[in-house]
């Protein structure tokens, strides 16, 4: 189950179809309605839509767009929430809600469209359910740290091998969730303590009390990054946690590796320890991960692929890179698959 919790959902082929009465459907995403960051965030501030009954009562939604307004105007009690929200909504991103059957969200960088799901539940019953809200508070803050990362394009396929990927999806996620226990505590000092208290019963509980642990040794750890670093480390402490970023990825390549009709679509470029550092930079301008960079490459702790499945996986791409396939024979040489073949299509390009 924490595998598919950690499904990114930023591809829509993954959703373009879903089950309905046994047959397929079309499900096109971009098509929900969805509303305007920066005109969520100004709402928030001036208060003066009255218009909503959630101004009254927060969890009286009777409408979608009531949740998105709530959702945004408590994220916006957290700083490093609030300023992820700025920068997506200075370059016009826009938030809604949709049924995606998975618990998660889908990010549309061309439309500049980020979607999470509300579980199938209806604006009143999940005003209701205090697990669902926060849930959807926790989601939205992945994604917004997940969009942090999109826009500054980390892990380009064009530019790094496979194995290196590997490794820039495990830190890419890692951080999303790091950074989320950082604006759930954040917002747990602004008054809203439940979220706090759902995070220690989901599946990041013990990422947070790793954090609250090192902040009660020393409350300094929050402004140098320290309890923040500590926290990334225990994400590497689950393995299910690594192995399903590990199988998410392994899948995504195969994608690039078919959909390109090159034989190697992936660059050559290997990752350096101050790229990593970088990954975690904060708003404000912290990078807690400081001076780890060359243990996280090279520490089998954070380095280490050790699920024999995603094993055969990585060694079935690196393999099917190294071959062109002609009416499934393989061939190392694409100019003598070409002269055993000459009229064959091949998988991949002859070059």
């Not at 496979?162 to 951080?175: G, Q, S, W, Y």
């Not at 660059?267 to 996280?296: K, V, W």
């Not at 024999?308 to 062109?324: A, G, K, R, S, W």
Request: net charge negative; charged share 25%; glycine share 6%.
């Amino acid at each position: 189950m924490r595998a598919e919790r950690l499904t990114r959902k930023t591809h829509l082929k993954r959703h373009m179809e879903l089950p309905e009465c046994g047959e397929l459907r079309v499900f096109d995403l971009t098509q929900q309605e969805s509303w305007a960051l920066a005109d969520l965030l100004q709402d928030s501030e001036e208060h003066t839509n009255t218009n909503h009954e959630s101004r009254a009562n927060p969890h009286a939604f009777t409408s979608t767009e009531d949740i998105v307004s709530w959702a945004v105007a408590t994220l916006a009690d957290s700083p490093t929430a609030r300023a992820m929200m700025m920068a997506a909504a200075e370059r016009g991103w826009k938030i809604g809600l949709t049924d995606l059957h998975t618990g998660g969200f889908y990010m549309d960088a061309a439309n500049s469209l980020i979607l999470l799901d509300h579980f199938a539940m209806s604006p009143d019953a999940l005003g209701r359910s205090m697990y669902f809200r926060n849930a959807l508070l926790v989601t939205l803050i992945r994604s917004l740290r997940d969009l942090w990362h999109e826009e500054r394009q980390i892990a380009d396929a064009s530019t790094y091998q496979p194995e290196n990927l590997l490794m820039l999806e495990r830190v890419r996620a890692a951080d999303c969730d790091t950074v989320t226990i950082l604006c759930c505590w954040e917002l747990r000092g602004a008054g809203t303590s439940d979220i706090w208290r759902h995070l220690l019963g989901s599946a990041e509980g013990d990422m947070a009390m790793i954090f609250t642990r090192f902040l009660e040794r020393d409350p300094s750890a929050l402004f140098d990054g320290s309890a923040l670093a500590y926290a990334f480390r225990q994400w590497y402490a689950d393995e299910t946690r690594v192995d399903g970023s590990d199988h998410e990825t392994l899948e995504l390549l195969d994608d690039v590796l078919v959909e390109s009709g090159q034989r190697n679509p992936f660059g050559q470029q290997e990752l350096n320890a101050l790229y990593l550092e970088d990954i975690s930079l904060l708003p404000d301008g912290t990078r807690y991960l400081a001076g780890l960079g060359q243990t996280i490459l090279h520490d089998p702790f954070f380095a280490g692929l050790h699920d024999p499945i995603n094993q055969t996986h990585l060694f079935h791409l690196i393999y099917d890179m190294e071959v062109t396939l002609v009416n499934n024979v393989p061939f190392r040489d694409g100019s003598l698959a070409r002269k055993v073949f000459p009229d064959a299509e091949t998988v991949r390009s002859w070059r």
